[in-house]
């Protein structure tokens, strides 16, 4: 019942990847970051005890700017590139507190923490191709400053030493590839109406938002068409609401095989809709429009073998000419929606004088005749 295709690329997904996944990444960024932080500056007072005073005032500082960046991180721009700047010293930073002349024993087990943050803030691949080669060259240089026995228990130290970080690798492996899914799947729910598969009323505000911000850069034109099914009511009360339903879908399949693949089609709510056309005007557009209004019209919905008569009215605005902001042309373009409402349907308004279009060339036809 779903219409299979949409008009790729909608933009949304770009938006989500960005939105949802990004926002997470960047709180738990900075959430790392103030651990990282406090913990330098616990050890950063061990060490001043310990009278290894610039070891303790390269971490005091470490602590300070670890801490200024977490609040940072929340508006900062390239995330990604932060990401690495904060791991990449890190890593190097943990493989040489193995190496220190005064190490502990224990301190290669900090290397755990490799795999865990990178595939938490990076992923499962970039997470993976940052890790491996880190925790490889920690292990070899754990093996080679302790020079471990090869009897039985060396043997022991090596394996839970190995099989913890194997272990630590497959889990977070396997959690960071559930979660993409789950993310994925809640990305795709939020964007998408259950009912027709058209991108959802947040989606599609945010589309507009974005190709508003993406003309005023090029200088382009865009238009806003709002459509809503004339009489659905008595499509749902004489044929029961799931053919309603059917009438939805059809219908969005119908506008789906006119549309461009830059062009966006969201379901507002009930039997509205919005059509994003980009770098369009006024006139391409109306001329789209009424293709779109007589396609619905000479496809009527076939439903139990009956063919169910449909058409919709159209309120057109084009940016930036009928309003500047997403709500000035939202409001514009419902007004003109809701004037071919009132003036008898089916039928599409385009421009300030609000008469349908329609009527308009009906008119022009007839002074053109002799
Ligand atoms: N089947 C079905 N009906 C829906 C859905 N959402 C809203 N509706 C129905 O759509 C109808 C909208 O009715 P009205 O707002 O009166 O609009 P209309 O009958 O199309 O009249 P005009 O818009 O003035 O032409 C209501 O009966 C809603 O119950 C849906 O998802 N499925």
């Known amino acids: 019942m779903k219409p299979n ?169 396997l959690y960071e590839s559930r979660r993409a899914q789950a993310y994925q799947q809640l990305e795709y729910q939020a964007q998408t109406d259950p009912l027709t598969g058209v991108t959802s009323r947040g989606s599609f505000k945010r589309s507009l938002l974005r190709a508003i911000q993406e003309a005023e850069r090029s200088h382009n034109r865009l238009v806003l068409v709002l459509m809503d099914i004339d009489h659905f009511k008595s499509v749902n009360d004489r044929w029961g609401h799931d053919a309603g339903d059917h009438a939805l879908c059809h219908v969005c399949e119908q506008l789906l095989d006119r549309l461009r693949v830059t062009d966006s089609l969201g379901r507002l709510g009930g039997e509205e809709f919005g059509l994003l056309l980009r770098n369009t005007d006024n006139a391409s557009a109306t001329r789209l429009v009424e293709q779109l209004r007589q396609h619905i019209v000479d496809n009527p919905l076939s439903y139990g073998g009956q063919p169910i008569a449909l058409s919709a009215t159209f309120g057109l605005a084009e940016w930036p000419t009928d309003g500047y902001s997403t709500d000035e042309l939202y409001r514009c373009a419902d007004r003109r929606l809701y004037s071919g409402k009132h003036q008898g349907r089916n ?24």
């Open 347 to 370: 039928c599409l308004i385009n421009g300030a004088d609000e008469s349908p279009v329609q009527a308009r060339t009906a008119a022009e036809a007839t002074r053109q005749e002799p």
């Open 5 to 173: 295709r949409q008009p790729s690329p909608r933009g949304n997904h770009e938006i989500s990847l960005t939105g949802l996944e990004e926002s997470g990444r960047r709180s738990l960024m900075s959430l790392i970051l103030s651990a990282t932080g406090l913990t330098l500056g616990c050890f950063s007072i061990l060490q001043f005890l310990a009278d290894n005073y610039l070891f303790a005032s390269f971490e005091l500082l470490a602590c300070s700017v670890l801490l200024w960046g977490s609040r940072g991180i929340l508006q900062a721009r390239r995330l990604e590139l932060w990401i690495y700047l904060y791991l990449v010293p890190t890593f190097c930073f943990l493989i040489y507190i193995i190496l220190m002349p005064r190490a502990s024993a224990t301190a290669f087990t900090w290397t755990y923490l490799m795999p865990l943050l990178s595939y938490l803030l990076l992923g499962k691949r970039r997470g993976a191709l940052l890790t491996l080669p880190f925790i490889c060259v920690a292990m070899l240089l754990y093996f080679v400053r302790y020079d471990l026995p090869l009897d039985a228990a060396g043997l022991i130290d090596i394996g839970n030493a190995i099989l913890c970080g194997v272990l630590i690798i497959v889990f977070v492996h």
